[in-house]
Structure formats: C-alpha cells, structure tokens
C-alpha cells in the first residue's frame, strides 16, 4: 500500500495527458495552473481540519478546567455496585480524597441516606471518624446526613420515660453521636453546628438521671459532643451555652454521674468560667454562684475519701477562677472547702506540680481579700 502511493507520487502529474508535448506551451500553463489550484485546495482542506482539531482540544481543555457540579469526577454507582464515587462538589470544599478509604467512606455516606443498612454504617464511619481527613466537612455537606443522624437521636426519646433504653440502642445514637461530635470538632462545621441549634438535641439525653449503663454511656457520649464544642475556647460558643441549660445539666451530673462523666461535665462548667463572658453570668447573681459552689463543694468531699486526682484537678481550677471575681473571692473567703486549706490532698497532689500551684494560687487569692 505504501509502496503503491509512493509510486503514485513519483508518477508524473499529468499521466493522463500524455499526449501534450513540451513545446505545446498553452497546454502545459493551463495544467499547471490545474495542479496549482488542486495544491490550493488541498492545503485549505488541511487547515481546515488543523482549526476543527484545534478547537476541540480548547473545548476539551475548558471542560477539564470548569468545574463540574452536575457532574461526579467518578462514575456514580448504583447500591449494588462496591462503592459510590466521591460528590465533587466537596473537593471544591476543601475535602481530600485519593486515599483507600475514600471509597468506603462514601459507600458508608450512602448507606446513611438510603437507610437501609444504617446501623452497620453509623458503626463503621464511628470508628474511622478520626482517621478520615475532613470527615466532618464530607457528614455536613453531603445532602441527607445530618438529617439521618438527627433522626437516630430523636428515635430514642420515647425510650427514655419510663427508662426502657437497650444496649444495643444506647450503642446505635451513641455511634451517632460520635459522628456529631466529629462536626463539632471541625473548625469550619462549628459553627454551622452551632447555627443549627443541634446541642440542643442532645439535652434529653443529658436529662436523664438511670444509673444504668445504657444511659450512662449515653449521657457520656452526648458530653463528649459539648465538651468538643468548647474545647477549642471559642466565645461564640460559650455564647449560645449560656442562652441554654447546660450548667444546671452539668452540675447535675457532677452530683450524680460516673467519674467518667462528671469529668467531662466539670471539664464543660471550666471552659465556661474561663470565659470573661461566662465568669460574669455565673457571678451575676448569689443564686448561681451558690449553685456552682456547692456542688464543687460536694465534690471536693466525695474526693477527701476517693482521692481523684483528675477530677480534683477541675475542681481547684475552677474555685481558682470564681476567685477572680471580686464578689465570689469574698463569698469564697467564708465558704471554700476546709480540705482545700489543709493538707488533705497533699498526697494525690505530690506529682502534679501543675495543680498544686493552682492550688496555692487560689489560697492567695483568698489571702488578699483578707488583708484588703
């Protein structure tokens, strides 16, 4: 074939008319000018396909560039396909992906929504809530999913009175409110959390007053999604605390809890007075301040005989943050605990250096106001 056009090209232009002669000067012009249009039209024929070509690979360099929001990077699966693809509307949210686990996660992500196998999904996006990057941006953003988490939580309401919560119920909201807990935690889903009003969803939970544990363990995990709000000292969110019930909540399970639990409730109430802002809301009035001060009270004499020292902990740096307001340092002068002026916990302070200054920091504190 090659060789056949080769032959073809080296064949003379004009084999059909061989008849004409060179000295037939007219005819050979007239040929000429017949080969030289041909060559014309044939070099137009050519940019015309160079342009078309060109322009498709503009137009197909333009859609990879465009960012396609109708339209998923990876081919969407159906449920009975191994994995859906990634929404990419997300990666234009900041959300990674590439990773191994990307896969399951997104087939995790429409289990929720579909609702057909939900409890195995709740379970396993639990345990990988820490081990995703920016899970709590794909939870928020993904239509459905937090719809379907508050639907597992207010599921259980009717379980709480009378008291006829499960284990196995407890775990399924419990894995739920990790997953809450994970939004909560990320700072550009925070806030978000927080405009939606979703603590208060959690507020039954830590209502209820079963020492069983069921409720235990739920009422500790609905802590842990308060405590991730204000671990990271933001006054929005102490803010929108304050318009709510959580001290009273708090305080009750300081009384009444586990150790677990009162830990992370005592750990919520420092936060709060380590805030200028919740400071003076516990100290606007005699009424508070006596609430908190008497259930830290009371703790610090269930501590005299168990001798926690994390617990302790909380509970001399809050006393040492009343005492910055004036008014709760003169009421602190009459009523601090005596074991917090002895040497009663000396023993469990020994290796905390940390808590022993606090410590010595509050009777200071106190000291000054009775020199004053």
Known sequence: MLQSQQQQQQQPIFQNHQHFQPHDQNNWHHAAQQQQAQQQQQHHQQQQQQQQQQQQQQQQQQQQQQPQFGMPSRPMLTPSQPSPAPNPQLSLMGVRAGTEEDPKVYGWILELMQGTNREAALLELSKKREQVDDLALILWHSVGVMTALLQEIISVYPLLMPSSLTAAASNRVCNALALLQCVASHNDTRGLFLNAHIPLFLYPFLNTTSKSRPFEYLRLTSLGVIGAL????????????????????????????????????????????????????????????????????????????????????????????????????????QCLPEPLRDATFSSVLRDDAATKRCLAQLLINLSDCVVE
């Not at 006054?235 to 399970?253: G, H, K």
């Open 230 to 333: 204000v671990k990271n000292d933001s006054s929005d969110v102490i803010n929108f605390l304050l318009s709510t019930e959580i001290i009273p909540l708090c305080l009750r399970i300081m009384e009444t809890g586990s150790e677990l639990s009162k830990t992370v409730a005592i750990f919520i109430v420092q936060k709060i007075l380590l805030d200028d802002m919740g400071l003076a809301y516990i100290c606007q009035t005699y009424e508070r301040f006596y609430a908190v001060g008497t259930v830290l009270s009371n703790m610090v004499t269930q501590l005299v005989d168990q001798q926690t020292v994390r617990l302790l902990k909380h509970v001399v740096r809050c006393f040492l943050r009343l005492s910055d307001n004036p008014r709760a340092r003169e009421a602190l002068r």
